[in-house]
């Protein structure tokens, strides 16, 4: 079992920044991807950002590259989303994921940008 914790979303102007927190427990694996996913209301869920616990490999959605930066601490099990130059377009309840053989979700964030 793994249980994901987001923390760290709430209402922010346009241009301002977030930092998301994603604290796992359970079982995590050296070689699995840590993912942010973001739902907007009446959209669909999208990918944000993704990497490694141990590579450190990194991906980015189009959409933030360049504004977002995920990070982790391993020490503390927990993965980061650094959100700078936000949009009202971010607007949507963030989402930590993890796939240990089936896919495991926290609770969402949500995060609100004023335009």
């Known amino acids: 079992q793994v249980q994901l914790v987001e923390s760290g979303g709430g209402l922010v102007q346009a241009g301002g920044s977030l930092r998301l927190s994603c604290a796992a427990s359970?079982?995590?694996?050296?070689?699995?991807?840590m993912n942010w996913f973001r739902q907007a209301p009446g959209k669909e869920r999208e990918f944000v950002a993704a990497?490694?616990?141990?590579?450190?490999?990194?991906s980015y959605a189009d959409s933030v590259k360049g504004r977002f930066t995920i990070s982790r601490d391993n020490a503390k099990n927990t993965v980061y989303l650094q959100m700078n130059s936000l949009k009202p377009e971010d607007t949507a309840v963030y989402y930590c994921?993890?796939?240990?053989?089936?896919?495991?979700w926290g609770q969402g964030t949500q995060v609100t940008v004023s335009s």
């Open positions: 994921n993890t796939k240990i053989g089936i896919n495991y």
């Open positions: 359970g079982r995590t694996f050296s070689n699995s991807a």
């Open positions: 990497i490694l616990w141990s590579g450190g490999v990194i």
